[in-house]
């Protein structure tokens, strides 16, 4: 399976093409927008996140709710696009004052503004910000949810929550199930399990916005239900934690990625580090432990996956960072285009997005590619095997 994005984030629509997502999977928009809605939540998010109210256009791929097995095309209306046709437009402008054209000369540390334009030739910044915005990832949750609907009718379950808001630690994390986790974090303003450092972040966000600054955190994934033997450990470009981290990066701001107890191996024995292997008739085998996060050799073990992302603060900043004008080499304030002082718990249903997406890519990949009932199938024989082995 794959996917491309498009579109800017000011342009008429977002839109993905998914391909090889295989056929009579059950999907409806409903399914996709309550994602799109989980990622426009969250305390400490800018004013758009109130007008866009997203909602996906299924266009191709699906028919009576069933996929066919061709791409399947998901659209995202950009509902303020009347304000924008002349600034976005696609046809070249008939009036070209430059306050029409909001033309950006001044790029904000942090974002992709300088690098963009020296590499694509571009004296108008607006020309990189609008695609480098993470208004991107609206479409990376959507082709996260059709791949969340791939797993739940395998019955892998899937959850995020922050963990860390602007040094702010939630402490007690001890779910009983990943569903009293989701129910819980659903409610929060900042998907935090733990009520004490809930509260502590919201106000770690609130002087954040105050001084005019901005804060990251870091967001757990945990994936349940994962067949033991996804991924492989033959070729480094099919280890499924490599790709795992490899999605949580490429995210917009996150700078980081461990499993299981991550950085914190480093500080350990190898006998505090690694899982030790049980069997017994019920269960099959599975480990002591979950510290290494559900994966050996590129592949999952069965445990659960744990993957953590760490996202920076949010470069935007109202109190703005020196920066250069480009046109008079003079130096500026960075000019605030928009910004929401922490996106970290949005962030963690982008994260859920793309670790559902790799997880089911690798899934589709190694058993069966174009039947749903045929990879439900072969998923459970694999059960089966990885149990009476
Ligand atoms: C959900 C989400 C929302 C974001 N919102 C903003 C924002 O409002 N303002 C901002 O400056 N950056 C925001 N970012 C981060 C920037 O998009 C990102 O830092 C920038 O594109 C540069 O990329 P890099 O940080 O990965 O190098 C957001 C990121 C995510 C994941």
């Known amino acids: 399976m794959r996917y491309l994005t498009a579109g800017e984030s000011h342009g008429p629509q977002l839109t993905t093409i998914i391909e090889g997502v295989p056929a009579g999977l059950t999907l409806f928009a409903e399914h996709i927008n309550e994602d799109l809605a989980r990622r426009q939540k969250g305390y400490g998010r800018g004013r758009r996140m109130q007008i866009e109210k997203d909602e996906v256009k299924i266009l191709s791929g699906v028919r009576h709710g069933k996929t066919l097995g061709s791409p399947i095309t998901l659209v995202v209306e950009n509902r303020d696009w009347k304000h924008w046709t002349n600034i976005m437009g696609i046809e070249p402008l008939v009036d070209d004052t430059e306050e029409v054209k909001r033309k950006v000369t001044r790029p904000r540390p942090g974002h992709a503004d300088l690098n963009g334009a020296i590499k694509y030739g571009h004296r108008d910044m607006r020309n990189v910000l609008e695609r480098s915005s993470a208004r991107e990832t609206t479409v990376r949750v959507a082709a996260g949810a059709v791949a969340k609907r791939i797993l739940s009718e395998l019955g892998i379950r899937i959850a995020s929550h922050v963990v860390e808001i602007g040094g702010v630690k939630a402490e007690h994390i001890a779910y009983t199930s990943l569903e009293e986790l989701q129910r819980v974090t659903e409610q929060s303003p900042v998907r935090c399990f733990d009520a004490e450092a809930e509260k502590k972040m919201m106000a770690a966000i609130d002087e954040a916005k105050e001084k005019g600054d901005s804060i990251g955190g870091i ?132 994260a859920e997005a793309v670790v559902a ?15 749903m009932d045929l990879i439900i199938q072969n998923v459970e024989n694999m059960r089966r095997y990885a149990k009476e082995f």
């Not at 024995?269 to 017994?280: K, L, M, P, R």
Request: net charge negative.
């Open 219 to 350: 967001v757990e994934v945990i994936v349940e239900g994962v067949p033991t033997g996804v991924g492989s450990y033959v070729h480094y470009d099919r280890k499924l934690d490599a790709k795992i981290a490899a999605a949580i990066v490429s995210i917009n701001a996150f700078k980081g990625v461990e499993f299981g107890i991550g950085f914190e191996a480093a500080r350990r024995f190898g006998s505090e580090v690694h899982d030790e292997i049980i069997w017994s008739k019920e269960t099959g085998y599975t480990r002591k432990t979950n510290r290494l996060g559900g994966f050996e050799g590129g592949m999952t073990t069965g445990m659960p996956i744990v993957v953590r992302g760490v996202m920076k603060p949010i470069p935007t900043l109202y109190k703005p960072l020196m920066s250069v004008d480009i046109e008079t080499k003079e130096p500026f304030a960075a000019s605030i285009e928009r910004s929401d002082s922490c996106a970290v718990p949005a962030a963690s249903v982008v």
């Open 357 to 371: 997406w790799e997880i089911a890519a690798a899934i589709v990949e190694q058993f069966g590619q174009d039947r």
